[in-house]
């Protein structure tokens, strides 16, 4: 989120798009009620179904799944074309007056510079025109034909409200009455939220899914304000600090990347990151990467990195490959060439896509480890469950290893929620049997591995044998030292530059924020945006002051929002040019004259001017970007593709399947289906009742929902013989399962290039452990493919078929 | 020899001339047991019933362990009372055919309160007054018991809707009510007419008993059928 | 900022019941003494138009009753467990009703329950002395020791609420979470409700609240939103702000202008008495009968023709 769970109260208008905020985040969608109920703020809901978020709407339009991008461009053609533009902002704080190189161009739906048998493209013309004094050409008069502007201008222009209809199979005066009340917010004193989680994410575009609607908001002036921003809604109540904590396979905690093969040496991997500034005297906040680099190299491996050998630059592993994200680990597996898996909270059997094919994967496995308070499906694959599991064990040498983990109520730290709100919590349970926390678990294999390497040697033991591993217990470091760590600590005293006789820093204090790293190794800091968590000040996630003067929404002491406690980013962009707030009713922070001040911690230097440095100090330009430049693997501006499975050809570029450039690995592209064969557009989803897999094993939550189901809408119903209560097939060109059915209205064909595309929707919360009755999940049908920038697999749309069967006798 | 056998006289029913005085047998012992069960149903029924049935008697409960086990056995009693019931039916209904003559026994009403039978057509096994109790009895224990098949929650409450249930509830208390009055009028005619009540202890009555209250049985059984 | 309405956390320490048989004001199948104190009355307004269907009130009420329901079967719904059972009190109902006027699809979720009657039929039918009470505060509370499980509460009720347990054979309902709202606390579905769609306080307050609502669902187009505090009952303790409070029926059947069905009232009422006084004058007609007429005797002349008759046959 730019924003957090309690902005939200400040808003006019909020879209729920690529989400369904009400069904799976019920707690945060209390601050949509209170915006409706307290600022009369309007609710959209956009979404293939009437969902529970769409029972409490103001507004619902039908979107057919995949499609959002041309619903987005739609709305930002309309909002160009109604003159619904906040101006002041897009002119001063967007790339749009900045002129992109000649010899870009886009036509059929491609890029300059596609090569279809790489599925890849030279992106060397996507980037801006650099002018003799190193710094980019812009036209602030936006006359310029190759300015961002009238290039997106000419790009959107094809989305008109008939194309939206055309592809995505929302009304016209649906979309119309959408994007008038969307283009209210354009004024300066109206401001709409996006709220969005899965549904935009599990695209095989679902980067440019996002991307597009930042755009929009960006050109309404929405982001950066109270009440505005882009908001993630994130799935689990930690996988925020997972994300940070490096979650993806090509990244170090804080955003920082790990290195490739091509980077081989320190200076080699430095030279492409520290952006210089686009503009003149810009602040570019990267450009401080080697302090976070070094901390975070020194927290590795304390005194064994030094200047001399890089900060053991060396001991960092340099991918070979772009990353090893969890399709390509489960291909390599598949494949036969990954021995060993340490399975660590988490349920692939049932959460990555082609259950078949994870099967065949798991059974390839020497060893599979998992660590997890419940007995999961993926630790139970080799076991046969009749048709939910349908496997010949005898044939399945995998050995796998259970270690029971703590759940989040049998231990302490910190959760990281969608707000980037790091919030304490204390034990409030005893764990089970034998059940140890996973600090424990981790710790024991370290100590175990180190002890083997001191005595049985092995090639590069020592980023292994040097690291730094200071804890009171080493067999379990506890969530105080490990927060401790994050936050970083000065290594050596660094006295005051100015006045000798001061000490900026104190040997073995905790760092007041990132703003004191150094690159000279004299601080570690294991996590830079987390800086600050836990200074000398204490455990600042732990506080619980629920104060927030003159009701900002913003709750200053209550925990710790990273980064350096703020609470709104980009919150620069809240003051016009002058550094007064575009919505008085909504001052966040103000420029005095000498300083920026107000309810948040400023995203800029204190001292920055507002009339000189731009708002958006992590791009080197200094302002957001319309145009992407070679940032995003498949363009700089987001194009509609359809998904893989589509049931109607992409009416804008009918030849291209799918997204170009998304990564498809040999064997899944055949196992893709056609409309012909499977008709009927399916799309994933989870329900209220339930969290993931998780809660089929309480008794109450299983109550609740019980059994596995699918929906659909009364038309097709009737068209197939299925009666609602009954039980029907579903399949794919990769797998097939059998479910109850629901009948409703609120799954309704949509109209889609004249012809009538059905919805089957699928929630996904069954298995075949837990005490809900077993079933199945969408995986089983789901297909092999990811978003081509960050390789989420496409769980929102794909085809299938269905017919009615006989049910299993109970 | 085949015997014409009038409707009202029952296997069992015997004139024992040799006793002095004269003893008629008029119930088998089979039909003593099979009313006295019938009778100890409808009292329990009756006590278990009207406990539920206005609060000042709720104390009733207490004859049957509390309200708990007054309400799960008030049903089966009735499920008892009603096959006990069906066997009386099935045993006496043939006797309690209406004739003629009944209308003329009614129609003398005033006559038969007064204790003037002198005035009234020789009845048969049963007068009038008893025939009504039997059939109006019959009909009353069908009404009560459907109506309260459909209030045992127990075993029934999702069979019906409840508006059904209320409908039932309502026409349940009434019969049982109207039950209760016949059953008033049914002991009461039994003390009143003394010598009554031996025709159900011992299974007889006495010739006199028989001469002056049921006279045409009584010649019925003397002429072992035959027309005189 | 707090939240409108916000229930208080558990206390810590002990806390002292507030609520106990003095406060009574209706006792079934007995009366009571009029209570030395008067209560402020309670509500729990259910804003149906902020509902999210979530079930987290059905979740927390299992919980805090410590209940559990079968995990059942999906029979084409949303409704899990299908209706009201012994264990659940309060029940999430959906419905999918098209709008004539402007042909959008509305999905009308309500929670079901107890709705707290002024005038109580459940109450009103049970003929148990003290299995169900009504506190002065409004809360109408079934005493399960007193509870004999006959079922007249299901029968007396307008909303079809009680249900009566095949293990225990009592009748059970939402309590309005009275051993909360004993001590300061509010119920549980209202404390666990993410959107603030259930809240609780005074039943003034709550009217307030809902006037607010009502406006603002008015300046959405809802015309005819309004509340639901049926007069047929004397008004209720659980009542509901509704989009469309001209059809309550819609809100899966929700009675148009409950009351307490005539029919009980009648067998409640007059039945009672009359069939007493019927029975009552049967037996006193006997009574008087045989004080007048006395006992109808056989005659030594009856015996004597009866002789004479079987002789006669015998001969």
Same mark, same amino acid.
């Given at each position: 989120m730019t924003n957090s769970w309690t902005d939200i109260r400040n808003t006019d208008l909020v879209i729920i798009m690529g989400g369904n905020a009400a069904e799976a985040h019920p707690c945060g969608f209390k601050w949509v009620t209170e915006a409706k109920a307290n600022r009369g703020a309007k609710l959209i809901v956009v979404d293939p179904r009437f969902t529970r978020s769409a $029972?409490?709407?103001?507004?619902?339009?039908?979107?057919?799944?995949?499609?959002?991008?041309?619903?987005?461009?739609?709305?930002?053609?309309?909002?160009?074309?109604?003159?619904?533009?906040?101006?002041?902002?897009?002119?001063?704080?967007?790339?749009?007056?900045?002129?992109?190189?000649?010899?870009?161009?886009?036509?059929?739906?491609?890029?300059?510079?596609?090569?279809?048998?790489k599925r890849d493209y030279n992106k060397s013309t996507w980037d801006y025109e650099i002018g003799p004094d190193g710094y980019v050409v812009s036209d602030a008069t936006l006359q310029n034909p190759r300015c961002v502007w009238n290039l997106l201008k000419q790009h959107v222009s094809i989305y008109t409200p008939e194309m939206v209809e055309r592809i995505c199979g929302t009304p016209k005066e649906k979309f119309t009455k959408i994007a008038a009340m969307v283009g209210e917010t354009s004024a300066k004193d109206k401001y709409m939220t996006s709220m969005y989680a899965l549904g935009w994410t599990q695209h095989s575009k679902g980067s440019q899914n996002i991307r597009t609607m930042a755009m929009l908001q960006l050109i309404l002036g929405n982001i950066g304000v109270r009440g505005g921003g882009m908001n993630a809604l994130r799935g689990h109540s930690n996988i925020q600090g997972l994300t940070d904590l490096g979650l993806m396979s090509n990244l170090i905690p804080g955003y920082l990347t790990?290195?490739? *093969?091509?980077? %081989?040496?320190?200076?080699?991997?430095? !030279?492409?990151?520290?952006?210089?500034?686009?503009?003149?005297?810009?602040?570019?906040?990267?450009?401080?990467?080697?302090?976070?680099?070094?901390?975070?190299?020194? $927290?590795?491996?304390?005194?064994?990195?030094?200047?001399?050998?890089?900060?053991?630059?060396?001991?960092?592993?340099?991918?070979?490959?772009?990353?090893?994200?969890?399709?390509?680990?489960?291909?390599?597996?598949?494949?036969?060439?990954?021995?060993?898996?340490?399975?660590?909270?988490?349920?692939?059997?049932?959460?990555?896509?082609?259950?078949?094919?994870?099967?065949?994967?798991?059974?390839?496995?020497?060893?599979?480890?998992?660590?997890?308070?419940?007995?999961?499906?993926?630790?139970?694959?080799? *076991?046969?469950?009749?048709?939910?599991?349908?496997?010949?064990?005898?044939?399945?040498?995998?050995?796998?290893?259970?270690?029971? !983990?703590?759940?989040?109520?049998?231990? *302490?730290?910190?959760?990281?929620?969608?707000?980037?709100?790091?919030?304490?919590?204390?034990?409030?349970?005893?764990?089970?049997?034998?059940?140890?926390?996973?600090?424990?678990?981790?710790?024991?294999?370290?100590?175990?591995?180190?002890?083997?390497?001191?005595?049985?040697?092995?090639?590069?033991?020592?980023?292994?044998?040097?690291?730094?591993?200071?804890?009171?217990?080493?067999?379990?470091?506890?969530?105080?030292?490990?927060?401790?760590?994050?936050?970083? &600590?000065?290594?050596?005293?660094?006295?005051?530059?100015?006045?000798?006789?001061?000490?900026?820093?104190?040997?073995?204090?905790?760092?007041?924020?990132?703003?004191?790293?150094?690159?000279?190794?004299?601080?570690?800091?294991?996590?830079?945006?987390?800086?600050?968590?836990?200074? *000398?000040?204490?455990?600042?996630?732990?506080?619980?002051?629920?104060?927030?003067?003159?009701?900002?929404?913003?709750? &200053?002491?209550?925990?710790? !929002?990273?980064?350096?406690?703020?609470?709104?980013?980009?919150?620069?962009?809240? %003051?016009?040019?002058?550094?007064k707030a575009w919505d008085p009713s909504r001052k966040l922070i103000e420029w005095d004259g000498a300083k920026w001040a107000g309810y948040d911690v400023p995203d800029i230097a204190p001292t920055a001017k507002p009339d000189v440095v731009g708002p958006f100090i992590m791009n080197a330009e200094g302002t957001a970007r319309l145009f992407a430049r070679g940032l995003m693997r498949d363009g700089p501006f987001p194009v509609h593709y359809e998904p893989f499975e589509s049931p109607i050809a992409n009416p804008i570029a009918p030849k291209i399947r799918g997204n170009p450039v998304a990564r498809v690995f040999k064997g899944d592209m055949e196992q893709f289906g056609d409309a012909k064969d499977f008709p009927y557009a399916a799309t994933s989803y989870r329900l209220t009742e339930h969290f993931h897999f998780w809660t089929k094993h309480v008794e109450i939550n299983a109550s609740l929902q019980p059994e596995f189901f699918v929906e659909i809408g009364e038309e097709l119903a009737k068209e197939k013989g299925i009666k609602s209560g009954g039980w029907v097939r579903v399949w794919s060109n990769r797998g097939s399962v059998k479910a109850k059915v629901v009948v409703t209205k609120r799954i309704a064909p949509l109209n889609c290039d004249g012809k009538t595309v059905h919805i089957v929707g699928i929630p996904l919360h069954w298995g075949f452990t837990g005490v809900a009755k077993k079933g199945f999940g969408p995986n089983s049908l789901t297909p092999y493919v990811g978003d081509a920038n960050i390789e989420t697999p496409e769980y929102k749309a794909f085809l299938v078929d269905i017919e009615p069967i006989v049910g299993p006798t109970a | 020899m085949s015997k014409y056998q009038p409707y009202d006289v029952m296997?069992?029913?015997?004139?024992?001339?040799?006793?002095?005085?004269?003893?008629?047998?008029?119930?088998?012992?089979?039909?003593?047991?099979?009313?006295?069960?019938?009778?100890?149903?409808?009292?329990?029924?009756?006590?278990?019933?009207?406990?539920?049935?206005h609060p000042s008697l709720f104390f009733l409960t207490y004859l049957f362990g509390g309200g708990d086990f007054t309400r799960f056995i008030h049903p089966w009693i009735g499920v008892v009372l009603f096959f006990s019931f069906c066997g009386l039916f099935l045993r006496f209904w043939r006797a309690n055919l209406w004739e003629g003559a009944d209308n003329t026994w009614l129609a003398r009403i005033s006559d038969v309160l007064r204790d003037k039978e002198e005035n009234l057509p020789e009845v048969g096994k049963y007068n009038a007054?008893?025939?009504?109790?039997?059939?109006?009895?019959?009909?009353?224990?069908?009404?009560?018991?459907?109506?309260?098949?459909? +209030?045992?929650?127990?075993?029934?409450?999702?069979?019906?809707?409840?508006?059904?249930?209320?409908?039932?509830?309502?026409?349940?208390?009434?019969?049982?009510?109207?039950?209760?009055?016949?059953? +008033?009028?049914?002991?009461?005619?039994?003390?009143?007419?003394?010598?009554?009540?031996?025709?159900?202890?011992?299974?007889?009555?006495?010739?006199?008993?028989?001469?002056?209250?049921?006279?045409?049985?009584?010649?019925?059984?003397?002429?072992?059928?035959?027309?005189? | 900022m707090r939240f409108e309405f916000e229930l208080p956390n558990p206390p810590t320490q002990d806390v002292k019941s507030d609520l106990s048989e003095r406060d009574w004001v209706r006792r079934s199948a007995s009366t009571v003494p009029p209570p030395e104190r008067k209560l402020t009355s309670i509500a729990k307004l259910i804003d149906v138009s902020k509902c999210i269907g979530c079930k987290a009130c059905?979740?927390?009420?299992?919980?805090?009753?410590?209940?559990?329901?079968?995990?059942?079967?999906?029979?084409?719904?949303?409704?899990?467990?299908?209706?009201?059972?012994?264990?659940?009190?309060?029940?999430?109902?959906?419905?999918?009703?098209?709008?004539?006027?402007?042909?959008?699809?509305?999905?009308?979720?309500?929670?079901?329950?107890?709705?707290?009657?002024?005038?109580?039929g459940c109450l009103k039918a049970c003929p148990s002395p003290g299995a169900i009470v009504q506190y002065s505060n409004g809360i109408v509370d079934f005493v399960h020791e007193n509870c004999i499980g006959c079922g007249y509460c299901v029968k007396g009720c307008p909303f079809n609420i009680p249900r009566i347990s095949k293990v225990d054979h009592k009748a059970y309902k939402c309590t309005l979470c009275s051993d909360r709202v004993a001590v300061g606390q509010g119920p549980a579905c209202a404390k666990a409700c993410p959107t603030h769609a259930i809240v609780f306080g005074t039943k003034e307050e709550m009217l307030q609240h809902a006037e607010g609502r009502i406006k603002d669902l008015k300046s959405r187009g809802y015309a005819n939103?309004?509340?639901?505090?049926?007069?047929?009952?004397?008004?209720?303790?659980?009542?509901?702000?509704?989009?469309?409070?001209?059809?309550?029926?819609?809100?899966?059947?929700?009675?148009?202008?409950?009351?307490?069905?005539?029919?009980?009232?009648?067998?409640?009422?007059?039945?009672?008495?009359?069939?007493?006084?019927?029975?009552?004058?049967?037996?006193?007609?006997?009574?008087?009968?045989?004080?007048?007429?006395?006992?109808?005797?056989?005659?030594?002349?009856?015996?004597?023709n009866a002789k004479k008759l079987a002789k006669g046959r015998a001969s």
């Open positions: $029972s409490v709407a103001d507004m619902y339009a039908p979107i057919r799944q995949g499609t959002d991008i041309a619903f987005l461009n739609g709305l930002i053609n309309y909002c160009i074309t109604n003159d619904k533009v906040q101006w002041d902002y897009t002119k001063a704080f967007t790339n749009a007056t900045y002129v992109v190189k000649e010899g870009f161009t886009y036509q059929d739906g491609l890029f300059t510079g596609y090569d279809e048998t790990l290195p490739t *093969e091509k980077e %081989a040496t320190f200076d080699g991997y430095m !030279s492409t990151r520290g952006f210089k500034p686009l503009k003149p005297d810009q602040m570019s906040y990267w450009q401080n990467y080697k302090k976070f680099f070094v901390s975070f190299q020194k $927290s590795m491996w304390g005194e064994a990195a030094t200047a001399e050998n890089n900060w053991a630059y060396d001991y960092l592993p340099k991918l070979d490959v772009p990353q090893y994200d969890v399709l390509r680990v489960f291909e390599l597996m598949f494949q036969g060439k990954v021995n060993g898996y340490l399975c660590q909270g988490f349920n692939p059997l049932l959460s990555f896509p082609n259950r078949k094919k994870l099967t065949a994967a798991l059974s390839k496995l020497k060893f599979l480890v998992i660590m997890d308070p419940l007995d999961t499906e993926t630790a139970r694959f080799w *076991e046969n469950h009749g048709e939910y599991n349908d496997v010949d064990t005898a044939s399945i040498q995998t050995e796998v290893i259970q270690l029971p !983990s703590t759940c989040f109520a049998e231990d *302490e730290g910190s959760t990281t929620n969608s707000g980037r709100w790091l919030q304490w919590h204390w034990a409030g349970g005893t764990p089970p049997g034998e059940a140890r926390k996973d600090t424990w678990i981790m710790a024991q294999l370290y100590q175990r591995l180190k002890a083997l390497y001191q005595k049985e040697g092995g090639a590069y033991a020592d980023p292994i044998l040097n690291l730094s591993w200071n804890y009171k217990d080493p067999g379990e470091p506890t969530a105080s030292e490990l927060a401790r760590e994050m936050n970083g &600590s000065a290594l050596e005293d660094v006295p005051d530059p100015t006045d000798p006789t001061k000490l900026l820093l104190q040997k073995g204090k905790q760092l007041v924020s990132f703003a004191a790293l150094r690159d000279d190794g004299k601080t570690a800091c294991a996590c830079w945006i987390y800086s600050g968590c836990f200074n *000398e000040a204490g455990n600042n996630m732990a506080r619980r002051d629920t104060s927030d003067p003159d009701n900002t929404g913003a709750y &200053s002491k209550w925990a710790f !929002s990273w980064p350096v406690n703020r609470r709104i980013l980009y919150n620069r962009a809240s %003051a016009d040019l002058t550094g | 296997p069992g029913d015997k004139v024992n001339a040799s006793g002095d005085p004269v003893t008629v047998d008029r119930y088998t012992g089979s039909a003593r047991i099979n009313h006295w069960i019938t009778a100890a149903s409808l009292v329990l029924l009756a006590l278990s019933g009207l406990s539920l049935f007054g008893q025939k009504m109790v039997f059939w109006s009895m019959s009909a009353l224990i069908v009404v009560l018991i459907t109506s309260g098949i459909m +209030i045992w929650d127990r075993y029934f409450s999702n069979v019906f809707t409840v508006e059904q249930q209320r409908i039932a509830v309502l026409v349940h208390a009434t019969a049982a009510v109207v039950a209760i009055c016949v059953w +008033i009028v049914h002991v009461y005619a039994a003390i009143w007419v003394r010598g009554t009540i031996s025709a159900m202890t011992r299974g007889q009555v006495t010739g006199g008993w028989a001469w002056r209250h049921h006279r045409k049985w009584l010649r019925e059984l003397v002429t072992g059928g035959r027309k005189s | 059905q979740a927390a009420c299992l919980e805090w009753n410590d209940k559990r329901t079968e995990v059942g079967v999906n029979v084409g719904v949303y409704e899990n467990p299908h209706d009201l059972t012994p264990d659940m009190f309060t029940l999430m109902r959906y419905t999918e009703w098209v709008n004539p006027e402007t042909n959008n699809l509305e999905w009308l979720i309500r929670k079901d329950g107890c709705m707290h009657c002024e005038d109580p939103a309004g509340i639901y505090d049926p007069p047929g009952v004397g008004g209720t303790h659980v009542f509901y702000v509704l989009h469309h409070a001209d059809k309550p029926e819609i809100y899966a059947g929700l009675p148009n202008n409950p009351r307490i069905s005539p029919l009980v009232n009648l067998w409640k009422g007059g039945a009672k008495y009359a069939g007493m006084a019927i029975i009552g004058l049967t037996a006193a007609f006997g009574l008087l009968h045989h004080v007048i007429s006395g006992p109808n005797r056989v005659k030594p002349e009856d015996e004597e």
